[in-house]
Structures are given as structure tokens and as C-alpha cells.
């Protein structure tokens, strides 16, 4: 891949920003609404993914700068004219790769849920040109402000690049090794904070224990 690829190339700011409004809506509301004292982390989680599904994709059939591919409760997006597929998750890829036990990035896609228009579209294509695939989700910073931050990896589970909507939290390299696979890899050295603080403030990730049907 490309080591001069720049996010612009795979996504218009218009539809990053479009995504990231769309997801922080939905969990700020899931927020207010599953708070009742009959509410726990499973119908926070499962109500989040699904609210986010829906949201994606009422976005995606309006946008005209997407294409919505979405199939088996999956939110799929094609940005228009780019090699990049995308969905959001409930948690950090890496996380949710171990919890599927998914060696096969497609799997997150939905390409062996058959019959499926996501096996078909990726049976096609996936020999013959080289995708990239993009995770959105949310996490809370340490002033417990929920961000989005975007990951997009190869079909080899490299870490290809990454934006945060939180400023912070954007000024830091997230490349580390050992995030995707076993062996680890070199990559480029944490950038640290323009303040010159050679401390490093821990994201606080958002994690579910949902079953994974509700996150697939």
C-alpha cells in the first residue's frame, strides 16, 4: 500500500464528518435512553449497534456520495469511487476480531453469510483488487466525552491509517505493535502531544459484553 496515502484519497471530509455527527448522535441518545434502572451494559450495547445500523444506513440511502451495501444486520458503506468499505462496531476492531476469533477480515463483512449480496460483491473483487476496510466506532476520553475514531486496515489486518474526531487524542500515533496480530510489527514511533509531555493519557475504550450476535 502506498505509504503516501492520505485519508482525503479513500474519504471525502464531507462524509467522515457526516458519519462521525451521525454516530455521537445516536450514542449520546442511546445514552439518555437506556439509563432506566432496568437498563445494563447489554441493553446499552445492543441498543447502540442497532440505532447505528439504522442511522448508517438511512444516511447511505440519501447520501449521494455513498453507497449502501448493507445485508444480514450489517451497516456496509461504500464511499462513491473508492476501494474502501466501511461499518461501525461496538468496540475497537482488534477487540472485536478476538471475540469473533475472525482470521479473515471479510468475515466482518459478511462475505461467507450466504446467500448474501456482500458474498457476491466481495467473491468478485477480492482476488483482483486490493480493498481496504474501514471501522468506525466510539470511545470516551479521560473527560469522559465520547469521540469517533476511524481505523482502516488492509485485508492483512495492517493498520493503514486512523483519524480521531478527538483533538487530543488525533495528535498521537495509534500504530502499536502487536494490535492486530500475534508477531509483532514495527511501526512508526507514538508522535507525542504538542505540549511535549512525554506521558501519554490512556483512552478510556468503550467495551461491551454483549453477546456478538449484536455486534456482527
Not at 445516536?26 to 447489554?42: L, P, S
Not at 448508517?56 to 474502501?84: D, F, H, T
Not at 478527538?166 to 502487536?178: A, G, N, R
Amino acid at each position: 500500500m502506498d505509504g503516501e496515502l492520505k485519508l482525503t484519497d479513500l474519504i471525502s471530509d464531507e462524509v467522515l464528518y457526516d458519519i462521525k455527527d451521525i454516530l455521537l448522535d445516536v450514542y449520546e441518545q442511546n445514552e439518555i435512553f437506556t439509563t432506566t434502572e432496568y437498563d445494563d451494559k447489554y441493553t446499552f450495547f445492543s441498543s447502540l449497534y442497532r440505532k447505528s445500523l439504522n442511522a448508517l444506513k438511512i444516511y447511505a440511502n440519501k447520501s449521494k456520495l455513498v453507497e449502501n451495501l448493507s445485508c444480514n444486520g450489517k451497516a456496509i458503506l461504500q464511499p462513491i469511487g473508492s476501494p474502501l468499505y466501511l461499518r461501525s462496531l461496538n468496540c475497537n476492531p482488534s477487540e472485536h476480531r478476538r471475540k469473533k476469533s475472525a482470521n479473515d477480515i471479510y468475515d466482518l463483512f459478511g462475505i461467507f453469510d450466504k446467500p448474501s449480496f456482500s458474498y457476491a460483491l466481495f467473491d468478485e473483487i477480492k482476488n483482483t483488487e486490493k480493498l481496504l476496510f474501514g471501522f468506525f466506532f466510539v470511545e470516551v476520553n479521560t473527560d469522559d466525552i465520547p469521540y469517533v475514531r476511524l481505523q482502516i486496515l488492509d485485508e492483512a489486518w495492517n493498520l493503514i491509517l486512523e483519524w480521531s474526531s478527538d483533538k487530543v487524542q488525533d495528535e498521537i500515533t495509534m500504530f502499536t505493535s502487536d494490535t492486530f496480530n500475534e508477531k509483532s510489527k514495527d511501526f512508526d514511533k507514538v508522535k507525542l502531544l504538542k505540549s511535549g509531555s512525554d506521558v501519554l493519557t490512556p483512552v478510556i475504550p468503550v467495551s461491551s459484553n454483549v453477546d456478538d450476535s449484536n455486534n456482527g
